[in-house]
């Protein structure tokens, strides 16, 4: 019987083989844990929702679709260790990573690997301009979440002044050029415009020079524990503009509406998705990523990178697993997904970036409510009494 034995035992050996060579991989880098774990487990969560969903139409040519999970622990140095094995495990794709400071590098590697990167979530302005073939952002560039915003201010009407304070990094750099050259061109005087560095607990002093300064609107653009303090510290110092808003990022999450409570009612919050979005399929997904979720609320970073998958996806399915071809296939992509339009495009000094409406919310009842532009709004603003 040994015999038999045998050959049964190489036989199960190679159908585990030809099992393992018929999986198609992905690659993904995000940040499971440190600073930014909370948006890496949206990330995580938006993965296993388009893998899943994939795998359950067949696939992509016939073969089911592997996730390769990494964890850059929210630092740079490891995010770059964990795409060069990645690309030693020769994925066709890399999707990645969750911060704009992290990404940044991470694309300029894999353009010298040539491996096709996929953007998800970093929103830093550079991230595509011109000079890089290898890199595709589905997101956002910063300049459209503070346009939109800026865009509703002046639909509002009766403001003329403002100040601005961001973390001092890629994206809050980013958002805070952009501010400071969309509104004056909107009519708007700048009264301040400061970052703060990574750590800073305190910004009561900031806040009550803003006090000092009584603004129409202000404007942050900070983290997720970040975006709670100044909520809390807004309250407790006394700051009342007629506006307060956050640009995305830390205010986006479903856990500074936690944090912060009732401090967080009626900031203006500009996003990309929102659960009440009108695109078709787009209750069904918040519906997924939330189970994924084991309950928790999905943010917008859920729903970005579910759509990246579906676009690192659909490219392999045109273009087979070769990095090149995917590359190429990535210019062409043209998808309409629970996320919105994805098809990357070069237009206005940017190179391969899609373009997606920009949501403004509010948060209303403890709850993000889109409130413009009037073509995606389910609500209406509300604002303090004068």
């Not at 045998?6 to 099992?19: D, F, G, I, N, V």
């Not at 690997?113 to 550079?126: F, N």
């Not at 639909?155 to 980013?174: E, P, Q, W, Y």
């Not at 912060?260 to 659960?275: P, Y």
């Amino acid at each position: 019987m040994r015999p038999i034995q045998t050959l049964t035992a190489l036989a199960l050996l190679s159908l585990s083989l030809a099992s393992a060579q018929s999986t198609i991989k992905i690659g993904a880098i995000t940040s499971l844990s440190g600073r930014f774990a909370t948006f890496g487990a949206m990330q995580q969560a938006g993965f296993k929702v388009a893998i899943d969903e994939l795998n359950a139409k067949g696939g992509v040519n016939g073969q089911k679709l592997e996730l390769l999970l990494e964890d850059d622990a929210s630092d740079t140095n490891k995010a770059l260790n964990a795409a060069e094995k990645l690309v030693n495990q020769k994925v066709p794709v890399i999707i990645g990573a969750y911060s704009s400071g992290i990404t940044k590098p991470l694309s300029q590697y894999l353009a010298r690997v040539k491996v096709p990167l996929l953007v998800a979530t970093a929103i830093d302005e550079t991230i595509t301009k011109p000079g890089n073939p290898y890199t595709f952002r589905v997101n956002n560039q910063s300049s459209v979440y503070t346009r939109s915003l800026i865009d509703e201010l002046k639909r509002i009407g009766g403001m003329k002044t403002a100040v601005v304070l961001t973390s001092n990094d890629a994206f809050g750099k980013s958002v805070l050029t952009d501010a400071t050259k969309l509104l004056p061109a909107a009519g708007f005087t700048v009264l301040s415009k400061d970052t703060y560095d990574k750590g800073l607990t305190d910004f009561r002093p900031l806040l009550n020079r803003y006090k000092g300064q009584n603004p129409d609107v202000v404007i942050f653009a900070s983290y997720e524990e970040d975006a709670v303090a100044l909520a809390k510290q807004v309250k407790e110092v006394g700051l009342a503009p007629r506006i307060i808003s956050g640009i995305a990022t830390g205010f986006a999450l479903p856990d500074f509406l936690k944090g912060a409570g009732s401090t967080a009612e009626n900031f203006l919050v500009t996003m990309v998705w929102n659960a009440d979005v009108k695109y078709p399929g787009a209750a069904s997904l918040n519906t997924r990523l939330k189970a994924a979720l084991n309950g928790e609320e999905p943010s917008q970073h859920a729903a970005q990178s579910y759509a990246a998958m579906l676009a690192a996806a659909d490219a392999i399915k045109r273009g087979g697993t070769d990095p090149e071809k995917v590359r190429v296939a990535l210019e062409s992509t043209k998808l309409n997904t629970a996320f919105g339009p994805v098809t990357f495009r070069d237009y206005a000094g940017y190179q391969n970036q899609n373009s997606v409406v920009g949501l403004i919310t509010q948060v209303q009842g403890g709850k993000f409510v889109t409130i413009g532009p009037a073509s995606a709004a389910t609500g209406k603003i509300v604002l303090p009494k004068k």
